[in-house]
């Protein structure tokens, strides 16, 4: 047997026990009352959020992409703020009464969660995931990234410990650490998984979706942030600015194209290099885009996650000091056109929209191209103009006058905090939401009559000859015989009446 083989059945041995493991606690924890359910996921959230910067530290130095500081505030997200929204939702027996219907709604949870995590935010998602499926009492099989395993099973470890020392049966809280696709893709379709919430790049949603399970899978974005000429410009370029550095560019719902008003273009660019952007040359722009999208149509893994200054460096160019984010003008949109793509790192295009119809037709090429369904942000003092582009962009979320990165996973935006955005059926998926405690539960319904329903009367079958009342009648006594004492002449008037009836 060669090392390959060795290592793939190891991966998949480690898999079924960590199913195993998973099932059997999640069958015991089944049994936890709301009270006891409430406990173990503060206790987690509380031990997640108290390690969000050394977790966000293994996670840079591990993966190699992001800012330590950025991830922290992720991890953040991913514990206290989701714990916050998902505190005081009901997730054991009866969750909901409508008095006035009848209805009563008792939760049930699904099992087993298989989570595929991805290497971009892998801790704030492990911990993300982790709550929403204990809230829900479900059991979690991890799957991580194979740059981030170790981060990730670290994450993982935590709400496990803490898990237990709150009560909760050892086991619940399970990470596959031999990074197999073969492991990875016979977990999504293990008969005792009962949901998979994948997270990552599109080959592995896919998989998810073809595992035959349920499956939440999160479609890729290419977010358009349009700047409409009543925008406040200096605050929009900070946000923008702000929000695409934020862990340089790791977050799916972080800004991708700049689509800017004509008439306040001018403005927005000294505003943009104020805050530390910084405008390519043609030549300059030329060997990005080599940089950025070596094969067509792929945005280079080397770039995700990366400085301004690395991705200089990679791409043979050379810029200012204090560079934040990088920008290349662009006309065109398109699978051979780098700029346009998602490039999950500190790289801008930048189009310029003649008018707002303009800009829609930009948004929706981009849109197009790679992100249906993900986000779009715009900045704008015109509420009607915002109304319009969320109404008619086929996007899931629409952040105004915000970080687009940071306000789609709900830290700057009333938006439920989520490290797993969906993008509805424009983009593939089920739900448009953000994915949350609420996704993994069965709600059962238990509903009592309220109205009557008055059938029409069958018609009599006219064929029917008048002596078939003799038969019916001795069918009837011959059914009942020894078992009741009935008098046949009641049966024989009886028969009669109900023939007469059904006669008329
Ligand atoms: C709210 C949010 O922000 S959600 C963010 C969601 N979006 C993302 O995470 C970005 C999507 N990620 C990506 O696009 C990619 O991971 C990149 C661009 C960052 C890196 O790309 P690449 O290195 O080219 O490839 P990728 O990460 O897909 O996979 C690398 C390898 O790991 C494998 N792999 C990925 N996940 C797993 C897993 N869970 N288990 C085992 N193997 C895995 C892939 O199959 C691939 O194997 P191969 O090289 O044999 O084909």
Known sequence: MNTTMDKDLLAIQ???????????????YMSFSQEQVDRV???????????????GQMAADETGMGVAEHKKIKNEVGSKAVYESIKDLKTVGIVGEDKVNKVVEIAAPFGVVAAVIPTTNPTSTAFFKTLISLKTRNAIVVSPHPYAVKCTEAALQICEEAAVEAGAPPGLVQCLTMASMDATQQLMKHPDVNVILATGGSALVRAAYSSGKPAYGVGPGNVPVYIERT??????????????SFDYGTICATEQAIVVDHNVKERVMRELKKHGAYVLNAEEKAKMEKAISPVPGKVNPKIVGKSPQTIARLAGISIPEGTRVLIGEETEVGKDIPFSLEKLSPVFAMYTARDSNHAKELCLSLLYLGGRGHSLSLHTKNDDVAREFAIEMPVSRILVNTMSSVGAVGGTTGLLPSMTLGCGTFGGNITSDNVSAKHLLNIKRM?????????????ADAS???????EIVKEVLKSVNGKANIDPKMVSELVTQIVSQLQK
Not at 452 to 458: D, F, G, S, T, Y
């Open 41 to 55: 996921v503060k206790a987690v959230a509380d031990a997640a959020y108290a390690r969000s910067a050394e977790l």
């Open 231 to 244: 925008a406040k410009i200096e605050k929009a370029a900070e946000n923008i600015v702000n929000s695409k």
């Open 447 to 459: 509903a009592y009559g309220i109205k009557e329903v008055h059938l029409p009367k069958q018609a």
């Open 464 to 470: 029917k000859p008048a002596d078939e009342t003799d």
């Open 14 to 28: 480690e898999m079924r026990t960590a199913v195993k493991t998973a099932k059997s606690a999640q069958q015991k």
